[in-house]
């Protein structure tokens, strides 16, 4: 089983320049997020699909269990697909405080952009920038929205421990950790919140 520890904040457009020239890797994506009910649960090949065509199967037994949970609960999936052709399918929990369950395997990144456009699922793209605090080595994540969510830019830094002291950056704003209306999958669906 996966846990993801994470901290997240918003970072204004005027400091943008500034962790471009800082970033060590530029990277472009795109997401999308099935509708609730849509990941196929396969029990005989412990595996998932959607419409019918397995995308993973063979998931080890503990993480099975936990995965079918979570589904069983209504948590979501979000299928990831970074450019040129790599494709992810994950399953998160819910945040407790700044960790939640996370589970991602690799999936066909061709069959799942079809399924996302062809069924048309609420998605975003993204660039993202990698940025390596001088002092400290923390290796920040930094998301640059393209499209509906334009001009918002969130960075992520992922953690050991709940605990884990890091050392924030100038340019972070305000923290959105654990907030539900900041998660890509409400940016996705809802656009960017108001307040």
């Known amino acids: 089983m996966g846990i993801e520890i994470e901290r997240r904040f918003l970072v ?3 400091n943008l320049n500034e962790i471009i020239k800082g970033a060590s890797k530029s990277l472009s994506l795109s997401q999308w997020y099935p509708p609730i009910g849509t990941i196929e649960m396969i029990p005989e090949r412990q595996g998932l699909a959607i419409s019918s065509r397995i995308l993973i199967e063979g998931i080890p037994d503990n993480e ?7 589904l069983s609960k209504g948590s979501g999936a979000r299928i990831r697909v970074r450019k040129p052709v790599e494709g992810w399918l994950t399953i998160k929990g819910k945040w407790e405080g700044a960790l939640r369950k996370e589970f991602e ?6 069959i799942t952009q079809q399924l996302a456009e062809r069924d048309e699922w609420p998605g975003l793209s993204k660039r993202r920038l990698l940025w390596t605090a001088n002092n400290s080595g923390d290796i920040w994540e930094i998301d640059v929205f393209k499209g509906v969510q334009e001009g918002l830019i969130i960075a992520e830094i992922e953690l050991e421990s709940e605990n884990q002291h ?7 704003g305000e923290e959105i950790t654990g907030i539900d209306k900041w998660g890509n999958c409400s ?6 919140p108001k307040s």
Request: glycine share 4%; charged share 20%; with cysteine.
């Open 12 to 14: 204004d457009e005027v």
């Open 105 to 110: 395997w690799p999936v066909d990144a061709a």
């Open 187 to 192: 940016l996705a669906m809802n656009g960017i």
């Open 166 to 172: 890091i050392e924030l950056p100038t340019w972070v």
């Open 64 to 70: 099975w269990r936990e995965v079918c949970t979570l």
